[in-house]
């Protein structure tokens, strides 16, 4: 469990809970559109803000753990979208088939996506040179895959729309533990494929093919899932 992961996600249903009582009224005729639409970007912006804040606190948290030192929080300051920006997600939203939806999936990801951009912004400021990705507790079985992995800090975080994953910061010793660990997963699986090879070369060859044409499976599996998220 990932304390700081929830808090994210805690934040980012706030901002779709606001956006959706904002719908509601105007489905009632309470509020026209325009009056909608700007109190909906607002609500995109407040929630900028606050993932700033929660990404600040949370990197402070994290690195005071690692370090077992007091690191103080460095103030990341909230994005500065283009003015229409986050109206344009709410607009984009309202002219979908199922605007409830797609609002949702507009301000829930909007406010995931500000976490994830301030959170490494603030890791770059404290000089911090390394991650591993931490998923929240509903992340998805790719997102749970590359968890526990240590990357530098100029490598991006992959995300997926409405992914809730998180950094958190790494050192030095991670890093080494983890590549120490993905040489010894390599050298095992070698290992293994020799010994099956010499117990029964012909089976091995058709193990190869089928292993072969799996992989092409997943990747074309890959392929469709991102043609797909674009396509959201
Ligand atoms: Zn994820």
Redesign the pocket.
């Known amino acids: 469990m990932n304390a700081y992961a929830e808090q994210v996600a805690a934040l980012a249903n706030s901002t779709n809970e606001t956006v959706q009582a904002l719908y509601l009224r105007f489905l009632a005729g309470e509020i026209t559109e325009d009056m909608f639409v700007a109190l909906a970007t607002t609500a995109l912006t407040v929630g900028d803000s606050k993932a700033a804040a929660l990404a600040d606190a949370g990197v402070v948290a994290a690195l005071t753990v690692m370090t077992a030192e007091v690191v103080l929080p460095v103030g990341i300051p909230a994005p500065k979208p283009p003015p229409n920006l986050l109206r344009q997600i709410i607009v984009d939203a309202l002219a979908d088939e199922e605007p409830k939806r797609a609002l949702e999936t507009g301000a829930r990801g909007r406010t995931l996506e500000t976490a994830q951009h301030a959170y490494k912004s603030g890791l770059e400021s404290h000089e911090v040179k390394f991650w591993t990705r931490a ?1 929240n507790s509903g ?2 079985p790719a ?1 749970q895959n590359l968890a526990g992995q240590v990357m530098p800090i100029d490598k991006e975080m992959w ?2 729309k409405g ?3 998180t950094q958190k910061p790494a050192n030095e010793h991670q890093k080494e533990k983890s590549s120490a660990r993905n040489r010894d997963n390599a050298k095992r699986a070698a290992a293994t494929r020799r010994a099956n090879d010499a117990a029964d070369p012909e089976q091995s060859a058709a193990r190869r093919s089928a292993a072969a044409r799996r992989a092409a499976a997943t990747r074309e599996q890959r392929e469709r899932e991102r043609r797909a998220g674009e396509r959201t």
């Open positions: 998923p992340a998805c997102c995300t997926h992914c809730s994953c």
